[in-house]
């Protein structure tokens, strides 16, 4: 049974950085592609970044693109999101996701496995 926990989230101020994990169980890590979504009170969850199995490919929201980084370790099953400059607008409840095929990253219905999520808040 697969299994994916969040860690990492706290209180931070905005400029401050944040490194999330993920640690993946109970699949095969390497043969699934991994995102990190979030959803703030009231709005819907969004994709915030992707990365392929392999890691060689990623992607990111245009919200995030320079301020965080997405990676992952396969011989530890865990997945990394470091989060730099953070903005009171990045403040919502983190998730990882697993998903075994293609089509467009940051769509949530791709995705067969999700975490419970991490909170993250940015103060002003």
């Known amino acids: 049974q697969a299994q994916l926990v969040e860690s990492g989230g706290g209180l931070v101020q905005a400029g401050g950085s944040l490194r999330l994990s993920c640690i993946v169980s109970g699949l095969t890590f390497d043969d699934y592609a991994m995102a990190w979504f979030r959803q703030a009170p009231g709005k819907e969850r969004e994709g915030v970044s992707y990365i392929s199995w392999s890691g060689r490919s990623t992607a990111y929201a245009d919200s995030v693109k320079g301020r965080f980084t997405v990676s992952r370790d396969n011989a530890k099953n865990t997945l990394y999101l470091q989060m730099s400059s953070l903005k009171p607008e990045d403040t919502a409840m983190y998730y990882c996701?697993?998903?075994?095929?293609?089509?467009?990253?940051?769509?949530?219905?791709?995705?067969?496995?999700w975490g419970q999520g991490t909170q993250v808040t940015v103060s002003a």
């Open positions: 996701a697993a998903r075994p095929f293609g089509g467009r990253w940051y769509e949530v219905m791709g995705y067969n496995y």
